[in-house]
């Protein structure tokens, strides 16, 4: 990763194409082309977000050893395509992504189909232009979504030694590795997602959690809260949810403005949260006779035969996001990865 920034201090008479193909044969890519890590862009990025030594080191994943620079990480700003103004939600998704308690390392290494999924909210959404309603979930085709998504899988994707990548090992993968950012509405029902994170209100915040594929939920008939409840929990509770043995890792339940509306007419947002928690549930033998348990399951997980079962060990591990555009009464869940059990927050300052 030394070597990220090498080039010359701008483009000038380079040909950027051949430099776009060096970072493909250098292994820098996510499968897309990316920005050439130019050294005047990556010095401009790294000022931007507020790091005047380019090899601070921001963060470590200390089972492979690896140390991250500031260097690193804004040169994957550049290389994604981000611009300079995006610096304040950048810094802390940054520092977020190299929390040893996010377990970046373990989201590649793990078979499970794992990305990072990143949640902006609070007024740098509208203040920085985040699509926060048509295709909200996946396929925003904003540039502020689309490379700043993009980043939180680069900075993932560029964890190896010497420019490498650190492999990654899932058995089936997931989309998003490419981007998968969800933007909140700027006005909400319940208040702001990252509140029931303990940050303040009034602020604005990026918060990501290591995430499988979100999964649709329509409900185009239910008039009353509980039914549209009662699909949701449905579709958390299907038999292959992961964290039916497991118990670790948050979801987050993304609300589409019709379903939020007629829920939030009946509930709170820790009403809604305690509902679905006492809903989702399946009957231990059941999930055994399938092979979701295993014949010798761990003390920890809790087993318990002849009894109903939850994929959560409390209902903190549920969250809701109020995001999508207004028409089609659909919802989606994001079940969260068992290698981490919280979703993440820090504010961004500066709005």
Avoid at 268 to 274: I, P, T, W
Wanted: net charge negative; aromatic share 8%.
């Amino acid at each position: 990763m030394s070597d990220y920034s090498r080039s010359v201090d701008r483009p000038g008479d380079r040909d950027v194409l051949a430099d776009i193909e060096q970072c493909y044969e250098s292994g820098w890519s996510d499968g897309l082309p990316v920005v050439p890590p130019y050294r005047g862009l990556v010095d401009e990025m790294r000022a931007a977000m507020g790091w005047p030594d380019g090899d601070e080191v921001v963060g470590s994943i200390e089972a492979q050893r690896l140390e991250i620079t500031a260097d690193h990480l804004a040169a994957a700003a550049v290389m994604s395509g981000c611009r300079p103004e995006y610096a304040r939600v950048l810094r802390p998704l940054a520092e977020l992504l190299v929390d040893p308690e996010f377990n970046l390392g373990g989201v590649e290494v793990t078979t499970g189909g794992v990305a990072v999924m990143v949640v902006v909210s609070g007024p740098v959404v509208a203040e920085l232009g985040f699509e926060h309603q048509a295709n909200a979930v996946g396929g925003a085709n904003t540039r502020v979504n689309a490379t700043i998504g993009r980043y939180a899988q680069m900075v993932r994707h560029f964890c190896g030694r010497g420019g490498g990548v650190l492999a990654t090992h899932g058995t089936m993968g997931h989309p998003g590795r490419l981007s998968f950012l969800v933007a909140e509405h700027p006005d909400t029902a319940w208040g702001p997602f990252h509140t029931q994170l303990g940050l303040p209100a009034g602020a604005s915040a990026v918060s990501i959690m290591a995430a499988e594929g979100p999964n649709s939920v329509n409900n185009h008939y239910g008039s009353t809260a509980e039914q549209i409840l009662d699909t949701i929990a449905d579709c958390l509770g299907h038999s292959g949810f992961t964290n039916y043995y497991w118990h670790f890792g948050a979801t987050i339940v993304v609300v589409g403005p019709a379903h939020a509306e007629t829920i939030a007419a009946t509930f709170s947002r820790d009403e809604a949260r305690r509902y679905l928690f006492e809903h989702t549930l399946r009957p231990t033998d059941h999930l055994a006779a399938l092979g979701r348990m295993p014949p010798e399951p761990r003390e920890k997980s809790k087993v318990e035969p002849g009894k109903q079962r939850s994929p959560f060990d409390h209902e903190e591990q549920l969250h809701f996001l109020e995001s999508g555009a207004p028409g089609g009464r659909f919802s989606a869940i994001v079940p969260g990865w068992v290698g981490n059990y919280f979703v993440m927050g820090k504010v961004v300052e500066g709005a």
